[in-house]
């Protein structure tokens, strides 16, 4: 469930209020919308709870059929249909209430807005955006850059260089979605995007220097607003008997919100260049995204020189 | 083990008071969150704290969990009670 506040719901949906309710925030439990015309025809089986939770639109037929009824007749449907708790009513194609809704709308107070859309494009954009205020989320402590279009996230434990690398990325060309704070959204079934918190959008700290702006610093083209995590890069101190991947051939994911991330840990230690390792991962990436795959190349040619 | 502390100076959790709260929890080696509405970040992420946006008068959660979270708990909670040195 999310809450939003009744002012950014009209702004972010471009609503106009026809009568606002008393309450200055909608709960919203699910994505799924509902045209009511079956209800005004007074048919309300399967209506309570899931359907009656769902915001209810009213399109140009719902209206005109509402508009056919006997007056008495449209007050008692009316208020059997605002009876169910109704979350909110939205009327499309600038259309206005019946005097009769605005009524019932005020007994059981219940937010009645208007939008200038058709009503299946706003089904539409209403859909997109209640999907993105019920999408899973959580904060995660890492860079977020777009490297090569490639959304890599570098995490690893506090002062193992994460900011560093990110700054020498940007000198390199590459853009900053984030320093330290990464705001993750699941927004498909297999897709995560990144972005920062909005105060500190943008910002980055660098021990010794303090904090700097990246937009102020580098400009407009060193900085995004927000982006897919295609991979993590996991830097670690150097331990000595560990089996890092010296081949390429062992998968490794991490799984953030239900999806599996590719993952990629990379050892530091002096003399190793973090942006560069990390731009070569982004063309790796990339490489086998296109069906390019090193070590499977290398050993097709290895294994043709043996049977020549 | 969790505790929740009311932020009493004026400036909030900003900048220098900031700086001071990420730097002592920084001391310790246990995990150390803040949590403000439900939404928690790392105590030792300046940027984190920042962005937290906590004013006077702001309730938060101290998380502390390691070994040494009783003495990081308790240092924590003495520096926001000192209001920072500030006054």
Not at chain 1, 127 to 151: C, F, Q, R, W
Not at chain 2, 13 to 34: I, M, N, Q
């Amino acid at each position: 469930m999310a809450c939003v506040k009744v002012e950014d719901f009209i702004m972010d949906l471009e609503l106009e209020p026809i009568y606002l309710g008393e309450n200055d925030k909608i709960d919203i439990e699910t994505s799924d919308l509902n045209r009511p015309g079956l209800q005004f025809a007074n048919f309300f089986d399967f209506f309570a709870k899931e359907t009656s939770s769902r915001l209810q639109i009213i399109g140009q037929t719902e209206m005109t059929y509402l508009k056919t009824l006997d007056t008495n007749v449209c007050q008692e449907r009316l208020d059997k249909f605002f009876d169910f708790n109704i979350t909110c009513v939205i009327i499309c194609r600038n259309m206005d209430a019946v005097p009769e809704m605005i009524e019932a709308a005020k007994k059981h107070n219940c937010p009645i807005f208007k939008s200038n859309m058709v009503t299946t494009s706003f089904m539409s954009k209403a859909i997109e955006y209640l999907n993105s205020l019920l999408a899973p989320s959580k904060t995660e402590h890492g860079e977020l850059v777009d490297v090569y279009g490639v959304g890599i996230m570098i995490m690893g434990e506090s002062g193992i260089g994460k900011s560093e690398t990110a700054l020498e990325l940007i000198e390199r060309g590459h853009r900053l979605v984030t320093d330290d704070v990464v705001e993750i959204k699941k927004v498909a079934e297999n897709r995560l995007i990144g972005e920062a918190p909005e105060s500190t959008r943008h910002f980055m700290e660098i021990r010794g220097i303090g904090i700097i702006d990246i937009r102020a610093m580098y400009g407009i083209g060193a900085v995004i607003k927000n982006k897919t995590i295609d991979m993590v890069i996991s830097l670690e101190h150097w331990r000595k008997n560990f089996m890092y991947d010296r081949i390429g051939t062992n998968d490794d994911y991490i799984n953030i919100l239900g999806v599996e991330v590719p993952r990629l840990v990379i050892p530091v230690r002096p003399g190793r260049n973090l942006a560069i390792i990390t731009e070569v991962a982004a063309r790796n990436f990339r490489l086998k995204n296109m069906g390019y795959n090193a070590p499977l190349e290398l050993a097709k040619r290895i294994n043709g020189e043996i049977h020549d | 083990m969790k505790k929740e502390v009311t932020i009493l100076n004026k400036t909030g959790l900003h900048a220098r008071p900031a700086a001071l709260f990420v730097h002592e929890a920084s001391k310790y080696k246990c995990d150390v969150k803040v949590e403000k509405d439900g939404r928690e970040i790392n105590a030792k992420s300046i940027m984190g704290v920042l962005s937290l946006g906590v004013g006077q008068g702001t309730k938060i959660n101290i998380i502390a969990d390691g070994v040494d979270e009783k003495e990081a708990m308790d240092a924590l909670v003495k520096l926001v009670e000192s209001k920072f040195g500030e006054e």
